[in-house]
């Protein structure tokens, strides 16, 4: 069922539906960032950040996310392990991996 709640990359309300696929989490819709995934424990990553550095990585995110083409999302989770990560570099990118799907 969705719900509303403040977007985890540009803080402004944004629609949220919960999912199991292709990751479990949420997906986003917010008239900023456009759609997006993001599973919890990138969520709570981003929430734990020092200010600076959340500030920061929100901004690379959001940008990534409105740069998905036509029928893309961007899905930012946890890398499982022994992943390699992914090439976009973001403060504290051991800890999260961004991709478009």
């Given at each position: 069922m969705?719900?509303?709640?403040p977007c985890p990359l540009c803080n402004r309300p944004a629609t949220f539906t919960e999912i199991s696929h292709p990751i479990e989490g949420?997906?986003?819709?917010c008239a900023e960032c456009t759609h997006f995934v993001i599973?919890?424990?990138?969520?709570?990553?981003?929430?734990?950040?020092?200010?600076?550095?959340?500030?920061e990585q929100r901004r690379m995110l959001s940008e990534l996310a409105r740069q998905a083409a036509p029928g893309e999302r961007l899905v930012i989770r946890e890398?499982?392990?022994g992943e390699k990560m992914s090439s976009t570099p973001v403060n504290g990118?051991?800890?999260?991996?961004?991709?478009?799907e």
């Open positions: 969705p719900g509303v709640e949420k997906r986003f819709d599973d919890p424990a990138a969520e709570a990553h981003l929430a734990s950040l020092p200010e600076y550095a959340y500030t890398p499982y392990p990118a051991n800890r999260i991996t961004s991709y478009f």
